[in-house]
């Protein structure tokens, strides 16, 4: 089974850029998440989605980050413009809907290594 | 305050000893779950094992079980026969009931130990 594929594997850009972070979930998932992973502030979860459905943003720092899943099978996470404390890795993360919701375990990707000039 | 407390920010193990990396957890619910992941230097993170908070038995796989004190609200994993492969940070996760969360799904980490497991 394919896990969750993230793309790029590693971006570099320069300030002021506009950043695409893409994701497929594995498939049948139906929660997505997108986590940044920084040495000051650990994983942090930025936003998740029900069904395609933004649920929490809360965790989206500014509006120069913004989210979207058009579909089931496909999620961006996008920065504009970029700036150097966005340098980071980004995770995209999919679980399943169980009975139990405290059981349900996220399957992570391999993470978008963006650093920012 | 912190929901997840890790205070072992880097340990180290000889290889094929046990070696046990504490995680205390703050939560008000009564149902909720725990996970343990792993993240080599290559990056992604594995998931390792989870305790359910109603769950009597310590969970175990393999080379790793979760020693599960809920009074003390601790949940370490114990690594048994660590090999040098095991070398990587390893963090503990919670995904609160929905008392205190609703319905939210994701988990809250822990800032993770870095193991270092030396031949």
């Known amino acids: 089974d394919a896990g969750v594929i993230q793309s790029p594997r590693h971006e570099v850009t320069e300030m002021g850029q506009e950043v695409t972070l893409r994701c497929k979930p594995i498939?049948?998932?139906?929660?997505l998440f997108w986590y940044r992973q920084t040495m000051m502030r650990g994983l942090e979860l930025l936003i998740y989605?029900?069904?395609?459905?933004?649920?929490?943003d809360s965790g989206m720092p500014e509006d120069r980050f913004s989210a979207k899943m058009p579909n089931a099978s496909f999620s961006t996470l996008k920065i504009q413009p970029s700036e150097p404390r966005d340098s980071a890795v980004y995770f995209c993360?999919?679980?399943?809907?169980?009975?139990?919701?405290?059981?349900?375990?996220?399957?992570f990707g391999s993470g978008t290594q963006l650093s920012v000039l | 305050a912190q929901k997840i407390t890790q205070t072992q920010p880097g340990m180290f193990v000889q290889e094929k000893e046990a070696v046990t990396l504490d995680c205390t957890y703050d939560?008000?619910?009564?149902?909720?779950?725990l996970f343990w992941y792993k993240q080599p230097s290559s990056g992604e993170m594995i998931f390792l094992i989870y305790?359910?908070?109603?769950?009597?038995q310590n969970a175990t796989e393999g080379r790793y079980s979760l020693n599960f004190q809920k009074a003390r609200k601790s949940a370490n994993l114990v690594i048994s026969a660590s090999q040098l492969g095991d070398s990587a940070m390893y963090f503990c996760?919670?995904?609160?009931?929905?008392?205190?969360?609703?319905?939210?799904?994701?988990?809250?980490f822990g800032s993770g130990t870095q193991l270092t497991v030396l031949p």
């Open positions: 939560t008000s619910d009564q149902s909720y779950g």
């Open positions: 989605f029900n069904n395609n459905v933004p649920i929490d």
């Open positions: 305790q359910g908070s109603y769950d009597e």
């Open positions: 993360a999919s679980s399943l809907r169980l009975r139990r919701a405290t059981n349900e375990k996220l399957f």
């Open positions: 498939s049948g998932h139906d929660y």
């Open positions: 996760a919670m995904r609160e009931g929905v008392q205190s969360s609703g319905s939210a799904r994701q988990l809250t």
